[in-house]
């Protein structure tokens, strides 16, 4: 491969697949966490699981985490480099506060969030494996959904703003002839 053939990079995909990589780390750590916890937790995360009820946050936190905080991050990077690479539309100027709020809200959003959920779980679930009566169990997680919807807002918020500010760049002339994908 010729140094014309390198495809140019895109500092937001970049920014993206770094945001990516720092879930997946945050997301090592949980699962170890969590299986450690299915082992020698009291009461075991495993069992808060397939106890449902309330546990069942905990199964919908870390789903929901590992499918928006991870995959949907690393995902979110392709648009950008089709954006900046293959459009040739480079976010310059002050569209570039539009993927850093997207990049920012997001990821502290669905982490926030999720993670809440995946608490609120630990807390409920165990509690009804330790003896707690289920009509008693309803008012040790009922703070729990406010923040988680707080949460998410921000998210959404944050995902918002990334279509926005796309959809600003989108409609600028290209600044460079679009890339074309070469054979190997």
């Known amino acids: 491969m010729t140094g014309e053939q390198v495809a140019k990079t895109s500092k937001w995909a970049n920014r993206f697949i770094f945001a990516a990589v720092v879930q997946g780390l945050l997301a090592l750590g949980l699962t170890a966490y969590l299986l450690y916890q299915a082992t020698f937790g009291v009461p075991a995360a495993s069992r808060i699981v397939a106890g449902g009820g309330a546990g069942t946050w905990l199964t919908v936190g870390y789903l929901g985490y590992l499918v928006l905080g991870l995959v949907a991050t690393a995902a979110t ?90 959809l600003l760049v989108w409609a600028r002339p290209s600044k460079a002839p679009a890339a074309t994908p070469t054979a190997q």
């Open 77 to 166: 990077a392709s648009v950008y480099r089709h954006l900046e690479h293959y459009q040739g539309k480079p976010i310059t100027g002050k569209t570039q506060v539009f993927p850093w709020a997207h990049i920012v809200l997001w990821n502290v959003g669905v982490t926030a969030a999720t993670w809440t959920m995946m608490a609120a779980g630990l807390t409920g679930g165990g509690a009804v494996l330790t003896g707690t009566p289920g009509n008693q169990v309803h008012p040790l997680i009922a703070a729990y959904p406010p923040y988680i919807a707080a949460f998410m807002a921000l998210a959404l918020a944050g995902a918002f703003l990334g279509i926005v500010g796309y």
